[in-house]
């Protein structure tokens, strides 16, 4: 985009080169195989496990649903990353236009909100199934299962539409090397010209306020469902109960905890080479996608269980 502002010719890029692992430039055909068949696990072990939740009819229950959307939302996240990262590894044709740019970060965005806020309706469920056991079936109906993804949905929207949006308005003049994978929010605004402390702070706030309240909703949920689960008098069943609150924690703090290390890092370790970023990027993005079916397929014991017969009866 060329314009004239103040009498003086300004530059616009509207088209970028993403340029992964910049320093491994000549050799970054050698990272096609290993992040090939880390999209191809990640699609193995996450499609298994929605199967087998989708076909197994004493599955179809509020838990094992979310953990299957969780899954699948999983899937996306990688498939929005992945497949364009390989082609532009293979074949060197990685030029993006702005606007498929900021489709790419919302969509990386959006996803890994989304995450985040089925992991809150997770936490209100297993809340209700073990705090109120006997009223859980009136409470926690497919009505209100639907309600509150529609409402993860929005959510979601709402925390990244405004950083995309500010996005959108910057103007980009330094360079039309994007020195990433994809077009992560921090890498892309590096090439603004003009200030862009409102979308700095707009971030900052905004990925803040959220986290601070995620983390207070689930510390909240998860002490209530313990301290209830401590109380429960059969053994087999408070068993039961902790096992399950044990995995969804797991998943917690893996998802939690890599988008976090990234934040800090990327804000901490300026020094650290545009790789080690790359790098950091990768694992927080794909970590969660790669852990979370491994956790719930091996330690819910139906799944579990499900899977364990799948693999028997496929046997010779």
């Known amino acids: 985009m060329l ?10 890029y509207t088209s970028f080169l993403l340029m992964g692992f910049p320093g491994m430039q000549e050799a970054r055909a050698l990272l096609v195989l290993p992040f090939l068949s880390l999209y191809l ?8 496990v929605i199967h087998t939740v989708a076909s197994q009819r004493s599955l179809h229950q509020p838990m094992y649903l979310l953990i299957a959307l969780l899954l699948a939302v999983n899937i996306c996240a ?4 992945l497949p364009p990262m390989l082609f532009s590894f293979s074949t060197r044709f990685n030029r993006i236009s702005l606007p498929r740019c900021l489709g790419q970060m919302f969509c990386i965005y959006f996803l890994v909100s989304m995450d985040c806020n089925i992991l809150l309706v997770m936490a209100l469920d297993r809340y209700v199934a073990i705090c109120y056991p006997l009223r859980y079936p009136e409470i926690v109906t497919g009505q209100l299962l639907a309600g509150l993804v529609v409402l993860a949905v929005t959510r979601s929207t709402s925390i990244v539409a405004p950083v995309v949006v ?13 020195r990433h994978f994809a ?27 959220n986290r601070v309240l995620d983390m207070l909703l689930l510390g909240t949920s998860y002490s209530r469902i313990i301290h209830a689960a401590f109380r429960i008098s059969s053994g087999g069943a408070r068993s039961k109960a902790l096992n399950t609150c044990g995995s969804h924690l797991l998943v917690i703090f893996t998802v939690y905890s890599s988008t976090m290390s990234s934040s800090i890092v990327y804000r901490v370790a300026r020094t650290a080479s545009q790789d080690v970023h ?4 990768a694992f927080y993005l794909l ?22 017969r799948s693999f028997l009866s496929a046997g010779p």
Request: aromatic letters at 6%; hydrophobic letters at 45%; glycine letters at 6%.
């Open 287 to 308: 970590l969660p996608c790669l852990v979370n079916p491994i956790i719930y397929g091996a330690r819910t014991k139906e799944i579990r269980q499900h899977l364990v």
């Open 183 to 209: 077009c992560e929010h921090m890498a892309l605004m590096k090439l603004s010209c003009g200030d862009i402390s409102l979308n700095k702070t707009a971030g900052l706030i905004i990925r803040t306020f």
């Open 41 to 48: 696990v990640i699609l193995f072990t996450n499609a298994l």
């Open 166 to 178: 500010l996005a959108s308005r910057v103007r980009f003049c330094r360079s039309d090397v994007i």
């Open 3 to 12: 314009g004239w502002s103040n009498g003086t010719y300004n530059e616009s």
């Open 278 to 281: 790359n790098l950091l990027s």
């Open 78 to 81: 990688a498939t929005t990353v």
